[in-house]
């Protein structure tokens, strides 16, 4: 139990760091790649508080796929040149810098406010503790929710071959 708390900020250094360089870092490539760094760290922090099937997906869907979509575009865009800022001056840098600290400090108001009321109030949640996060999303999801989930997956099949059809040039 001790090993989790220094892994939870050492993820959480690690997030915040790699969402700062997305933002700042000049090459779109290196930004998304920072990108999926942020993903991971977030996964890793999802596993820390035992959010397994929620840790998984995003490493799937937001790592994998989505950013897979993010550098195909990016490549395709062809994105050699730089454009220059619209504005120029310290009116500009003034202004970011009085909602970087607007936006701390109001962080900071949510975390002290939080974690006051987060103490007081103890929220108790109806699932079964001896039975993973994973089992219990698997059985509500093929029991109480099989046909939302069987007809989504109708729907991904049309999308698929409806790419396939737009994507292919002769019939």
């Known amino acids: 139990m001790e090993l989790v708390v220094p ?10 760091v790699s969402g700062v360089m997305v933002v700042v870092q000049k090459n779109p490539v290196i930004s998304a790649l920072f990108l999926i ?5 977030l996964a890793c922090i999802y596993l820390l508080l035992s959010a397994e099937f929620i840790a998984v997906i995003q490493v799937i869907v937001y790592a994998g796929a989505i950013m897979v979509l993010f550098l195909f575009v990016i490549m395709l ?33 949510t975390v002290i406010t939080t974690g006051k009321q987060g103490a007081a109030a103890q929220t108790t949640v109806d699932v079964d503790t001896a039975v993973s996060n994973t089992v219990s999303i698997g059985r ?18 049309i999308a698929i071959i409806g790419v396939i059809l737009i994507g292919k040039k002769k019939l």
């Open 7 to 16: 892994i939870f900020y050492i993820m959480a250094i690690g997030a915040l």
């Open 37 to 41: 760094t942020l993903m991971l760290c």
């Open 77 to 109: 865009l062809n994105l050699e040149k730089e454009s220059a800022p619209l504005v120029k001056g310290r009116f500009q840098k003034l202004a970011g810098l009085v909602l970087v600290l607007l936006l701390v400090g109001v962080l900071a108001m």
């Open 140 to 157: 509500l999801l093929f029991s109480r929710f099989l046909l939302p989930f069987e007809i989504t997956s109708v729907i991904l099949l």
